[in-house]
């Protein structure tokens, strides 16, 4: 592959856009499966093998198969998305071997969408930088297709007509690549109505032009899909999940083949490093950065831009840039599903990182557990420098920049700057004293610049679109998006992406979709283990690194846990101390022993030996933990006791009062026990009891034996006459 | 020459001195546990903790880690201070229940008692003092910490008997709280 210079990264992409649309073919598609960790563990992989099999039996080889990343909603995986030549993309479901062979022969090969299987239909809305400034955005493509079909005499007669009304500071004329529909060519779209139009002539255009971008009245005589046609299933755009999410830093997942830097390169891919060295001086870029309110989202919030600039001010002959993708919270996927989905998003941001503060060296700290994610990297690193995207000389300026991947062995602690350092450095990671800051004095005693994974990932949208269009996403001191993965009791797990501010409650119901089993929703929980539990009443609280700490919790890197009632808090902060004693490097006595003195007491209130007095205790306890312990890890870790005791005192009093759990989880607080008069007799519960704890002969009423039962529930499951009580 | 204050006393020293050196050379007194003035400071016990004042914001600060800088102002014994540093004392008779040293030092801070109880107290405090006069004076390394969390403790590689080391008794010696002896053994 040759090096390349920032002139030829718009052909390398107009030639990938034109390699998607030839090799489909006239009767092909592109089949994408969703290949993230989380696919592949729900049956991606056979999935994928079903598919290549049934494609190879039919001898239909202008089906193109991509192994994409996760498109977002985990809970509905294996996922596929299938794009046939002139329809709008199809996304599917609950994939199965054989449900896959079904839409291979009914979709692919006969042309109709299974409805049964079908989800959505269409692309997800992603944030794009010129739609914000523009009313209306008419995207023109500019395929080898559309452009022998006339495209470019469209898109003369559409700038013409545009300038004749002067409507250039409303409406966008862009020339796109391949949009799957260029048989039909020329092929015109209007975001953000997401309306297409085909078969275009240039004569068509003043009337298209006066009724739909003027008038707001579509054309539907032009159009590709007429809205009225009756669409068998709902527009991606329209379902609640991917409605009311923003994609900025996830623009490219679950669409492009992330194994090719081609198709990133397609998708702006590495123009925001060719501006940055061929534009804008290293300062110029750290303005932008700063100017653009970026925090990191590796858990603190500290301001980016100001990091890079304190960096650069720190001479030296060698400094260092760090992704720490390291990702330790239970429950956190964050930057796994980033790397796995847009490697060189992250490759790319770090590179403009390197020009900006001056070095020359980085390294992605990543855990050996993520072997998917760090096969897409080594992957990407070795095609960003066969094309002199990385390397010596970048682009064929004079600037150097190399990245090298460490694996790390997977402790939450190591995600802690300076035992990262330790680590990478070969020492065991334990955190020091930060007095001095990494930008001054940070891996090898060199200045240093740490930022997480989905810091990067955002690093180029900036660049590209500019400070004051990222600036206008967020809250007054949040500016962008920010992607959490959502859990737990929550109906549409998944990744999700969302503008800062947006509320709690929207990305629980509207997104989430709500918890399952019409349950009442009790709490969630943000920020991992060094975050608090949010309950019901602050539901409407928007997400944002001010609000989330006055709540007693904090953004942390994204995870969300949706807890329902029947969760107990108590338990809950046990969970969470457990989790950080357990992870806790153990050097410092207020963390190691006072994180242990924590979950002691919680055992012991969670098993019925609470006492007056307890609460005080944890307080105390909390507050010095917090007030003293040496790193990020010990300094939160109370938090998740003090945050529930907060909300959810009334809990704790009645664990220690009464010895009582509310939400029956904590089993020594309670005994299962069969109500004599609702009692059919039928001896179901006895029959699956797996501990022989009921009583019971034919025509009598069953009854538990209360020694030998272990609380797992399944009698009262199984009985049809709700029998089977707790108290 | 670094200007700064401690408990409203003027002082000042050179440049990279310590609060906890600064503190010891104007006879003010911070209870330490894990510092030994001949070993690399280390920061793990928390006894040492001081309130500081760093443009305009307090916080609390280990002083045998901390390094005094122009306008530093050091406050040794706030209410602050004094609160959390009884909590740390609790934790630590928890921890080494057998230990005059610390049971001594407690008293002298008003902490006779600890209200916590932790599941295997075992009379070891992991101040480090053994693992760094084995490297860095005796320049053995026979002994480190191994595990995480509340499984930490200090041992030789894979708790084998070290060839290591040399028999010097230099842990014993500085262990605070009387947890490594040294046994006369036959070779
Ligand atoms: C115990 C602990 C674990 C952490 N784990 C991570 C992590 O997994 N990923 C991460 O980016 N930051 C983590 N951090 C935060 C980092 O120390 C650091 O602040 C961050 O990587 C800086 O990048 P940012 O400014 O882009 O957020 C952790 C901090 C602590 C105290
Ligand atoms: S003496 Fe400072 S932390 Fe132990």
Not at chain 1, 521 to 535: D, E, L, N, R, V
Request: charged residues 25%; glycine residues 10%; aromatic residues 6%.
């Amino acid at each position: 592959m040759p090096r390349i210079g920032p002139e030829d990264l718009e052909r390398i992409g107009r030639e990938a856009k034109n390699d998607i649309c030839a090799k489909k073919g006239t009767s092909g598609a592109r089949v994408l499966v969703h290949m993230g960790t989380c696919g592949i563990a729900a049956g991606a992989r056979s999935v994928m093998t079903a598919l290549a099999d049934e494609i190879e039996q039919r001898k239909a080889e202008d089906i193109v198969l991509v192994e994409s990343s996760c498109a977002g909603l985990c809970s509905r995986e294996p996922m596929i998305t299938v794009e046939v030549n002139d329809k709008p993309a199809v996304k599917y479901v609950d994939m199965t071997p054989d449900k896959v062979k079904d839409v291979v022969a009914k979709h692919l090969v006969g042309g109709e969408i299974v409805t049964e299987y079908a989800f959505s239909m269409g692309g997800e809305r992603v944030l794009q930088g010129r739609n914000v400034a523009y009313r209306l955005n008419v995207m023109v493509c500019t395929c080898t297709n559309c452009v022998a079909n006339g495209a470019l005499q469209i898109k003369d007669r559409l700038d013409a007509e545009i300038k004749a009304r002067d409507l250039g500071n409303e409406i966008q004329i862009a020339p796109t690549g391949a949009n799957g529909l260029c048989v039909r060519g020329p092929i015109l779209v209007v975001q953000p109505d997401g309306i297409s139009y085909q078969s275009l002539k240039p004569e068509d255009i003043p009337m298209l032009v006066e009724e739909h971008l003027v008038n707001g009245r579509p054309v539907k005589d032009l159009m590709a899909t007429p809205v009225d046609g009756e669409s068998p299933i709902p527009a991606t755009q329209d379902i609640p999940f991917f409605k009311s999410q923003r994609l900025v830093v996830l623009r490219n997942r679950g669409v492009i083949d992330p194994s090719k830097i081609e198709e990133y390169i397609a998708n702006d891919g590495y123009r925001a490093l060719a501006k940055a060295l061929t534009e804008m001086t290293p300062e110029d870029v750290i303005t932008e950065i700063k100017n653009s309110g970026l925090r990191g989202r590796g858990g603190g919030g500290f301001a980016t831009g100001r990091k890079w600039e304190s960096t650069r001010k720190h001479d030296d002959d060698m400094k260092y840039i760090i992704c720490n993708a390291d990702e330790g919270d239970p429950g956190a996927f964050m930057d796994r599903s980033i790397i796995e989905a847009d490697p060189h998003s992250v490759i790319e941001g770090m590179a403009i990182a390197g020009y900006a503060v001056g070095s020359t060296q980085g390294y992605i700290y990543i855990r050996v557990e993520y072997p998917m994610a760090i096969e897409r990297l080594n992957e990407s690193l070795e095609q960003a420098k066969e094309y002199g995207l990385l390397g010596k000389g970048i682009l064929g300026t004079n600037c150097d920049f190399d990245i090298t991947i460490f694996k790390g062995a997977g402790a939450f602690v190591c995600g802690e700057s300076s035992s990262l350092r330790a680590s990478i450095e070969g020492r065991v990671a334990e955190p020091v004293s930060k007095q001095i800051h990494a930008t001054e004095k940070g891996l090898y005693e060199k200045p240093t610049v740490l930022n997480n994974v989905e810091t990067f990932a955002n690093v180029p949208v900036i660049i590209n679109w500019g400070a004051d269009w990222f600036a206008q996403i967020g809250t007054d001191k949040s500016k962008g998006t920010k992607v959490f993965s959502l859990a737990g009791n929550v109906v549409n797990a998944g990744l999700v992406e969302v503008p800062m501010g947006m509320t709690l409650r929207e990305i629980v119901y509207s997104i989430g979709g709500g918890i399952p089993g019409n349950k009442k929703f009790k709490a969630i929980q943000t920020g991992g283990p060094s975050g608090g539990c949010i309950p019901a009443s602050l539901l409407d609280l928007p997400v944002d690194y001010q609000k989330l700490s006055e709540a007693g919790s904090m953004m942390g890197s994204g995870g969300m846990i949706v807890m329902d009632e029947d969760v107990c808090m108590v338990d809950v902060a046990k969970y969470f101390v457990e989790f950080c004693v357990d992870e806790s490097c153990g050097k410092c006595v207020s963390c190691r022993d006072g994180g242990e003195a924590l979950l002691e007491i919680l055992k012991r209130i969670c098993s019925g030996g609470g006492k007056e007095g307890d609460l005080e205790l944890l307080e105390e306890l909390c507050s010095a933990i917090g007030d003293v312990s040496l790193c990020g890890l010990g300094k939160s870790l109370p938090n998740s006791v003090l945050s529930t005791l907060r909300y959810f005192r009334d809990e704790y009093e009645v664990h220690i009062r009464d010895k009582k759990c509310p939400a029956r989880v904590c089993k020594p607080l309670f005994v299962y026990r069969v109500v004599a008069e609702k009692c059919e007799k039928c001896g179901l519960c006895f029959e699956h009891c797996p501990s022989q704890a009921i009583k019971w002969e034919q025509n009598q009423i069953a009854e538990i034996i209360e020694d030998r039962c272990t609380k797992c529930r399944i009698c009262r499951e199984v009985c049809k006459y709700e029998a089977v009580i707790t108290e | 020459m670094i200007k700064f204050t401690i408990n409203n006393i003027e002082l000042e020293a050179e440049e990279g001195t310590t609060i906890l050196e600064a503190a010891n050379e104007a006879g003010i007194k911070i209870p330490t546990l894990c510092y030994h003035k001949d070993l690399k400071p280390y920061g793990a016990c928390r006894l040492c903790m001081v309130e500081i004042t760093k443009r305009g914001w307090p916080s609390l600060q280990p002083a045998c880690t901390y390094m005094v800088f122009d306008g530093l102002i050091v406050e040794t014994d706030t209410e602050r201070v004094i609160k959390s540093r009884k909590v740390i004392f609790e934790l630590l008779l928890a921890r080494c229940p057998d230990s005059e040293n610390i049971k001594k030092l407690a008293a002298e801070y008003g902490v006779i008692e600890t209200r916590i109880t932790l599941a295997d107290p075992e009379n070891c405090a992991m101040c480090g003092l053994c693992v760094r006069v084995c490297a860095e004076i005796s320049q053995r390394e026979a002994i480190s910490f191994a595990f995480r969390g509340d499984k930490r403790v200090v041992q030789t590689a894979f708790d084998k008997m070290s060839p290591q080391c040399v028999g010097c008794g230099a842990c014993a010696y500085v262990c605070p709280t009387g947890r490594i002896t040294v046994e006369e053994a036959d070779d």
